[in-house]
């Protein structure tokens, strides 16, 4: 059974600094999503990840996927306090067949300015 | 596209009461996702439909649980009866087979309040 795990929970960082989220998974997994939502709203869609060494960037943000390892990677370049949210990483189990997602426990990221 | 509709967005109720949620997915998007989020527990996929036929309910908590989509324009979830340990909010989402992307859209969820 495909298990996702993230880390770190909780990221408190200043404006203008760089850092990672990773991703963590157990088994075999199709594809990696990475989603991001802001308080008391919806997840929305930032990452489609589809294959081994797979690197998609939007803004300041950039995620990568490493099939062999099982990690996925979420970079934040010069955080900006717009970035404060929750983000989760979501695996696609190989042998589901279908678009069954699995979660992460989710990363709030805090950006102080 | 007017994208995921969920309705109602808040709901509260006493315990015991039937709850009733229900979703309108994305037109042409034949699969159909609920799951719940608290945080305690975090995101959990309950229930997923493809066609309007339910693929995989292993999610669902207990009995007091059901969905159903009687077309492809509209699925309900029900808990009956319901207990305070059902509050969280209830996310459905859409997705279209075919596409290699896979790409699951979300509802804006609804708040589940039992008292």
């Known amino acids: 059974e495909l298990k996702v795990e993230q880390n770190p929970l909780f990221l408190s960082m200043q404006e203008g600094k760089n850092y990672t989220i990773y991703c963590n998974y157990s088994?075999?997994?199709?594809?990696l999503y990475w989603y991001r939502q802001d308080p008391g709203k919806s997840l929305e869609s930032l990452f489609v990840l589809l294959s081994n060494g797979a690197v998609k960037q939007e803004g300041r943000l950039m995620a990568s996927l490493d099939t062999k390892a099982r990690l996925s990677t979420l970079h934040i370049t010069a955080a900006v306090h717009d970035l404060s949210a929750t983000y989760f990483c979501a695996g696609e189990p190989t042998t589901s067949g279908t678009y069954k997602y699995i979660f992460g426990t989710g990363t709030r990221l805090k950006v102080l300015a | 596209d007017a994208g995921v509709i969920q309705s109602p967005r808040h709901e509260v109720t006493e315990m015991g009461q039937e709850v009733t949620l229900r979703c309108k997915p994305i037109?042409?998007?034949?699969?159909l996702f609920w799951y719940r989020q608290t945080m305690m527990r975090g995101l959990e996929l309950l229930i997923y439909?493809?066609?309007?036929?339910?693929?995989?309910d292993s999610g669902m908590p207990e009995d007091r649980f059901s969905a159903k989509m009687p077309n492809a324009s509209f699925s309900t979830l029900k808990i009956q009866p319901s207990e305070p340990r059902d509050s969280a909010v209830y996310f459905c989402?859409?997705?279209?087979?075919?596409?290699?992307?896979?790409?699951?859209?979300f509802g804006p969820g609804t708040r589940l309040t039992v008292t």
């Open positions: 088994t075999t997994s199709d594809r």
């Open positions: 439909f493809n066609n309007n036929v339910p693929i995989d």
């Open positions: 037109s042409g998007h034949d699969y």
């Open positions: 989402a859409s997705s279209v087979a075919g596409v290699i992307l896979g790409e699951q859209y």
